[in-house]
């Protein structure tokens, strides 16, 4: 099936530093997304992404949380600054459509802020 | 404010079993409700995914039981095999929203 792939698949940074998690959704998709997952528990949904913009953020998506997608390269989520409160496994999501679409989730990178 | 609950949040059964997972949901606006599986070390992948038009939705040895006036549905997983072992995350959204919001998950161990 389609693939959505991710790296790195571990980061491990000092609190403070900048991360950016890189994000290759499936190649014709239009919608991509980023959820947060602590210790296999819920996934959070953080942020989604259409046409070059922001559609939709959630709470934990704090101020120091950015997303793009530059020239249709990879989809990123950057943390400046990294606070021991992020580290989670950020999943990343793509999608045909906005409506009752399949979102195909990559593996995961697990984040660790020391 | 938890809008999608999931309940057991840890379920065994034994093998040739039928698994019963509960979902409930408070946002009427939802009514797209997909079932997610994943296992240790990966992303969760669609398993079924069922419309508030509908009342079932079957695939194989999944279904999905909806109850729309009681805002719960449920997965059923008939036959259950050792490889099923994994947790599952009853999701929702509304149709003209992709954002999905997601359930605390429910993780299934089957004993062959």
């Known amino acids: 099936g389609p693939k959505v792939l991710q790296i790195p698949s571990h980061q491990i940074i000092d609190m403070g530093q900048m991360v950016t998690l890189n994000c290759d959704p499936v190649?014709?998709?239009?919608?991509f997304y980023w959820y947060k997952q602590i210790l296999g528990q819920q996934m959070e949904f953080l942020v989604n992404?259409?046409?070059?913009?922001?559609?939709?953020k959630s709470k934990l998506f704090k101020d120091q949380f950015s997303v793009e997608r530059p020239d249709g390269s990879y989809f990123t989520l950057k943390i400046q600054p990294t606070a021991l409160e992020d580290s989670a496994v950020y999943f990343c999501?793509?999608?045909?459509?906005?409506?009752?679409?399949?979102?195909?989730f990559g593996s995961g990178t697990r984040l660790t802020v020391l | 404010q938890q809008q999608v609950r999931q309940s057991p949040q840890s379920l065994t059964v034994w093998e040739g079993e039928t698994a019963i997972l509960n979902c409930s949901y408070e946002?009427?606006?939802?009514?797209?409700f997909p079932w997610y599986q994943q296992f240790p070390g990966e992303g969760p992948a669609l398993l079924i995914s069922?419309?508030?038009?509908?009342d079932k939705k079957e695939d194989g040895r999944f279904t999905i039981f909806f109850n729309k006036r009681e805002k719960k549905l449920s997965l059923h997983i008939a036959d259950s095999q050792p490889g099923d072992s994994a947790t599952y995350f009853c999701?929702?959204?509304?149709?003209?929203?992709?954002?999905?919001?997601f359930g605390q998950g429910t993780k299934l161990s089957i004993k062959p």
């Open positions: 190649s014709n998709h239009l919608y």
């Open positions: 069922i419309l508030s038009v509908s």
């Open positions: 946002n009427s606006a939802f009514d797209y």
């Open positions: 992404f259409y046409n070059g913009k922001v559609m939709e």
């Open positions: 999701a929702a959204s509304a149709y003209n929203q992709g954002k999905l919001i």
């Open positions: 999501a793509s999608s045909l459509g906005g409506g009752a679409e399949t979102l195909y």
